[in-house]
């Protein structure tokens, strides 16, 4: 009776420690999320949305401890451009080609928080690193972001040559004038929880 009661208490304890857990995870509601693009070349610049897949945020307490998100490549949208029009066509086809994500083999993106320090700046609350993931190439960034249970906010730029993403890139390419791209991509975040 005695073991009874005490492996009783150990799965209760468990459970407890689990359920605690859980409610420290919040998760990212995908359709009210928002990620936002801007690349520039030395011509001009064009922008654009992808969607937010999945995710979670986690909390030890009210302090943003970790989380994670995953982002749909296939989605990625072209704003500058009328929709429908060649070039805004031409351009979608070509940001999915293998020049540059190469979604038909590589659908998802994503991004895992390693670390979370109070930020050095007015920018954000948090400064943030964690682990990007495109195209299969996984580096680490770091960027300033506004979280709370509800919500976050951060602009992250990373280098798009780092992921294997060469075209029309002066780090790769000689002589390329005006037809040059910037490796530095811009992605505005807006995560949402549920």
């Known amino acids: 009776m005695k073991k009874a009661n005490l492996l009783l208490a150990i799965v ?5 420690s689990f359920s605690a857990l ?7 509601n995908a359709k009210s999320s928002k990620l936002e693009w801007l690349a520039k070349k030395v011509t001009g610049q064009h922008n654009g949305a992808i969607s937010i897949k999945s995710g979670k945020l986690i909390f030890d307490g009210n302090k943003l401890s970790g989380g994670e998100f995953v982002i749909d490549m296939t989605t990625i949208a072209v704003l500058d451009l009328e929709e429908g029009s060649k070039m805004h066509g031409k351009l979608v086809g070509h940001l999915n080609s293998a020049d ?5 083999k590589f659908n998802e993106a994503n991004f895992k928080i390693t670390s979370v320090k109070k930020a050095k700046s007015d920018a954000g609350n948090y400064e943030i690193t964690g682990d990007l993931t495109i195209k299969g190439k996984t580096n680490s960034i770091t960027f300033p972001a506004n979280v709370d249970k509800k919500s976050a906010t951060a602009k992250i730029v990373f280098d ?9 890139s002066n780090s790769f390419f000689d002589n390329l004038g005006d037809k040059a791209i ?3 991509v811009e992605m505005t975040v807006s995560l949402v929880t549920e």
């Open 12 to 16: 209760a304890t468990v459970a407890i």
């Open 22 to 28: 859980a409610g420290n995870e919040y998760k990212v």
């Open 100 to 104: 540059f994500f190469d979604t038909s």
């Open 160 to 168: 798009r040559s780092k992921f294997d993403i060469r075209y029309g």
């Open 182 to 184: 910037y490796d530095d």
